[in-house]
Every structure is written in C-alpha cells, then in structure tokens.
DNA sequence: CGTCGCTTTGATCTAAATCAAGTTGAGTGG
DNA sequence: CCACTCAACTTGATTTAGATCAAAGCGACG
C-alpha cells in the first residue's frame, strides 16, 4: 500500500513535471503578496527566511500527494481547492479539512504525511521546502513561531470537527458547514462550493444523501437558496446558527 | 456561560490554594526528572529555560479549567488521569483526549483553552506558567521547537480521531480505545481502565450501552477478560486490531 | 442536443440510541 | 466484619436517525 501509493505519486510527478511549469513566487495570479503578513503564511515567512517558492497545478481529483507519503513540502493554494482526507482498507473515506485559496496545507512535524491531499477541482498551488523550512526555524524564532502556529490552527479545527462528528446531528452538522463555508468563501453573499455532496458527505461523517436532504429542507425552510446544486445563497444566518447547536 | 465558568474556576482555585500545598519541581512523585528527555517534555523545557514547576492536585471529578477560559498554565499529569472535552449548549458532550501520567495537557497557542479538563481520578499534575514557555521560546529555539512538538502531537491524535468518529462502526471504536489503552496503561498485560463507560463513550462517540455490549460481545469471543468492569486484559490482540478497520 | 455524472427524492432497512429493568460491587457506616 | 447503599454496569425491548437501495431529474459539456 505505501509503495505502491509512493510509485504511483512519483509518476504524476514527472507526468506534471512535463505538462507544467514551475515557475517564480509573485507570478501574477490570486492571493498577491500585496496582502497582509499576517494573513499569508507564506510570504511572512519566506520575507523572513528568504526561501524560494514554487508554484504546481493540479488537475480535478488529481493526488497531491498519499497518506504515509514523504511529506517533502508545504503547500498554500493559490486558487482552487483541496480535500484532505483518510482512507480505511475498505474504501470509508473521512475528509478532515478543505484547504481554500490563501491556505496552507501539508505542514507536518513528522517525516510523513498523515493525510492524503486531492485537488477537488484544477488547482494552483505555491509550494517551498519542507527542509528549507525546518532549517529556517532551527535559527529564526519568528519562523519557529510561525510553524507552530499554523499546526495549532489545525488543531483547533480538528477539535471543533471531533464535537461535530461525534456528537452533533445530520442537520447541525450541515449547518455549521454551511456557516463555515460561507465565512471562508462567500463573495457577495453567495458561495460558490467547489465540492461535490459526497466529499461534503465525508467531511461531514454523512452519506451524500442525507447531505441533499439536508440541503433541501433548508431550502424548503426558506434558509438558503440555490442557484444551481452548488451556488448557494444564505438568507437568513440567524436562523442557520441556531441550528449549529 | 463564559462569564460563569471563569468564576467557578477561580474559587476552585482559591479553594485549592488553602487545602493543598504547593510545591517545586521533582518532589518525590512519579515520572521523575531522571527519565529521558525525549520521554519527558516538561524535563526538556525545564532543564532548557529554567522554567519553574510547581505541583498540584484534584481531587475525582475536579475541573481542572473550563472551556474558553484563559490558558494560564501548562500541565504535565503526574498521577491520575484526565479528560478534555467540548460541550454542546444542551449536554452533549465530546472527549477530545484523555491524559495519563507522563502526558502534557492544557497547552494552546491563543489565550485561550479550547477544551474544558477534568480529573478523572484523583489527580497530581506538574504545572508552568504558560507565559514563562512563550517567553523561553522567544529566545531559545529548542524550546519553540518543543511546543511545535506537542501540539503537532495533539493534531495526529485529532486526526486519527476524526476517521473513528466519522466513519467507523461501534465495534471498531471499541477495539480502537482498547489498542490505545493497551499501548498506553497497560502493566504486566492488564489495564485499569481509570475512566466509566459514559466517559468512554463520550470519547468514542457512542452511548455508555454500546460500549458496555462491544464489551461484553468481545469477552463472549474470549478476546479480552475482565476482572472486575474497569480492569481488563487483552487475550487476543490480534483479533482486536483485525477489527479495528 | 445527447450523454453522463451529479443531485434529488422516495422506499426500506439497520446500527445504534433510547427506554427500562435488573445486577454488581466498591465504599460506608453500623 | 458484615450488610447496606448507590452509582456503575449489563442486558433486554423498542424506537429512530441516518444508511442503503432505487429511480428519476438536471445540467454542464462535448
């Protein structure tokens, strides 16, 4: 399973290595460094430490790298956006976080990664070094600190998602979704899902169905609106948070 | 709700501060310094920084901190056990982790803790000033590391957590929290498990029932015995990981 | 404009929750 | 030292939320 699923990344590798371009950080594309240290990772760090980025596209559902995979890099998404997720012998998948523009992901303490990363749909990612990294903070404190913040936001997402999986129902489970989503990518009140209802499903610990059902009775309820199965509209938030629980 | 929690805690405190006394580092108690550094985070800061450590105990059912109340300090357990946990606004709750001797708890990176944290048992835990940690990271890059250690530790938890809440059936839960508890408690091929089923159950995302029939359905399979309902000893461990999904 | 993957909706099933007694055993007080 | 008590645990009966199975819609794309 672990040598297989390493062959298997080191053929897409090449496959993209062909079919893409690696090119400079700051090539004219989403998240600017124009934008706030604080709140890209990435520029703040690489500002501090001088380290070189890289930017890779991912096509639709293409593997960014396995579970137990070499975690050689870390990623922030420039645009797009990737499911992170494990898998169980039998095929029971749980996705444990969406990565969306401006998102880092694949920071690992550990020499490996403990999730797999997909992108959900064509995505553009910049990446640096993970060694690159580790040796910044071995001398830069700032760069240590910035490490370790980015794990303990993780861990606060993951705390919050354990009390959602283990003990909230389908409805208050799709309502702090849809909260979360509308925080993370809402543009003019609507937001456009880049994920399918089954990869909702597994974020969610659902079946895809009872995810659409959900769906449906918040609309019937007059709480959200579509505009398409995956352009939604919030009308009324209020209501929505009383439903989280 | 925050308001109320912080006021509670703080008698407590007071309480505390009168019937028990507190004491330095390395206070004839388990876990002593003379354990390897690598097995010993607080021993590794200490020694690093200079940190003073003080001890401190609960008594059975104790809060330790509430949920969203300020992080003051950073505990280490020394004997007895714990549990950290997130409550719904109508009871439910969700067990994020449990704590045994040796552990580190209590550590976050904003200011505030995430988790509520109880004893379980009667509990004597070692304690340092949270702000003393930042201070020592902000010089010394060992120290930093070390925190980015702990919390990428805690994140690897969550995670796998996330899978068995998420996606894996009663019985597989239960397997999972008894190859845990094997790894972490067991001496001389038993366990004393120091927590009730309702806490198990909380932690597994199930009802105190569910467990307690897992239970009973793997000692009627001869795969594990009890002597007494919290004293348990695993007769087949590979049986128990082949239902672990 | 036809096709195929995604989504919705309906019917049925089931794993686990809930409700409900008993049973056990650790700790207490006589 | 024993018996009493009460919380914890087990076991059984029933219910139910969500899963599974099944069949239409729909909509984006070639």
């Known amino acids: ?13 090449l496959n993209q290595s062909i079919t ?57 998404v420039i645009s797009g956006a990737v499911r992170s997720y494990k898998l169980l012998s039998d095929g029971r998948r749980q996705i444990g976080a969406f990565h969306l523009p401006g998102d ?5 303490f550990g020499s490996a990664h403990r999730l797999a990363a997909e992108a959900i749909i064509d995505t553009t990612v910049r990446l640096v070094k993970r060694r690159s990294l580790e040796q910044a903070a071995g001398t830069d404190v700032a760069v240590a600190r910035k490490l370790w913040t980015m794990t303990a936001h993780d861990l606060r997402h993951a705390e919050d998602h354990m009390l959602l999986l283990g003990r909230k129902t389908a409805m208050e489970r799709v309502a ?46 007059g709480i959200l609106g579509f505009s398409g199965a995956r352009q939604i509209v919030l009308r009324n938030r209020q209501r929505l948070r009383s439903m989280d629980a």
């Open 176 to 221: 702090t979704f849809l909260l979360e989503m509308d925080r993370r990518l809402a543009v003019a009140g609507m937001m456009a899902l880049p994920m399918c209802r089954r990869d909702i499903g597994d974020y969610l610990g659902l079946t895809l169905e009872t995810v659409s059902r959900a769906l449906s009775q918040l609309q019937s309820q």
């Open 104 to 108: 880092v992901f694949g920071l690992e």
């Open 20 to 76: 893409h371009s690696v090119v400079n950080t700051n090539a004219p594309h989403a998240v600017p460094s124009a934008v706030a240290p604080a709140a890209n990772p990435f520029a703040e760090i690489t500002g501090h430490a001088g380290l070189i980025a890289s930017e890779f596209s991912y096509k639709k559902d293409e593997e960014i790298y396995g579970e137990d995979e070499p975690a050689e890099y870390v990623y922030q």
């Open 1 to 13: 399973m672990y040598h297989i699923a390493i062959r298997r990344k080191e053929m897409v590798m």
